[in-house]
């Protein structure tokens, strides 16, 4: 079985401040990570897979397989930030199924 | 280009209903999932589809089933409708099975 854990359901910070939004995974084979983003009165949209090894809108992640981890990082928050942001892992024999963890909430106060 | 569209955007329906749900995928993608988001948790995979057939399917009952047109538009059925079933229903659409999915707006189903 294959599971997504994002132990915040809110994470509050001050714009400047560094931001970083924790995925944990549970999968025994080769997996696919990714983060989506979903800003006020939007839909889902893909922000960053680990495989792309880039960074988009100053966030990066980092695929840890040993600590089974696929934390988003931004140095400094910006309050366009503030949304709702979902990891989400695709296994290697799943096909397309992602499955998602439960979100956590970004508020980035001016 | 409109992106994934879904309709209707809500829904009331009762206890014991069904309901059809629909999407249209992205110009130019022709495989379509389905998830359903509960309120404050994550999306949940319901199905997929490709070339007109359920491809991979999650684990949810018979009661959900599905369709995929020749045109790629797809349908998400739902019967006998239970309380539970309420959530916000979405739809993406990809270039192939494994590809990139893009989501649409959703429909919000609300089960009375």
């Known amino acids: 079985a294959q599971r997504v854990t994002q132990p915040e359901k809110l994470l509050s910070v001050f714009k400047g401040a560094p931001v970083e939004l924790k995925c944990n995974y549970s999968?025994?084979?080769?997996?696919?990570l990714f983060w989506y983003v979903q800003y006020s009165r939007q839909r889902l949209q893909l922000l960053l897979r680990h495989i792309s090894r880039e960074s988009i809108k100053g966030f990066t992640a980092d695929l840890n397989k040993g600590e089974t981890s696929f934390h988003l990082k931004k140095p400094f928050a910006q309050e366009e930030d503030s949304a709702m942001y979902y990891c989400a892992l695709r296994g290697d024999n799943a096909g397309n199924m992602l499955t998602f963890g439960g979100g956590t909430r970004l508020m980035v106060k001016p | 280009d409109a992106g994934v569209t879904q309709s209707p955007t809500h829904l009331i329906k009762t206890r014991g209903q069904q309901v059809t749900l629909r999407c249209s995928p992205k110009s130019g993608h022709d495989t379509v999932s389905w998830y359903q988001q509960a309120l404050g948790q994550g999306p949940q995979f319901i199905f997929q589809y490709y070339e007109e057939e359920e491809r991979q399917r999650g684990n949810f009952p018979d009661r959900f089933s599905g369709h995929q047109f020749p045109n790629y538009s797809s349908e998400l059925n739902v019967n006998a409708l239970l309380l539970g079933d309420s959530a916000l229903y979405l739809c993406?659409?990809?270039?192939?099975?494994?590809?990139?999915?893009?989501f649409g707006p959703g429909t919000r189903l609300t089960v009375t």
């Open positions: 993406a659409s990809s270039f192939g099975p494994s590809y990139e999915q893009y």
């Open positions: 999968y025994s084979g080769s997996p696919e």
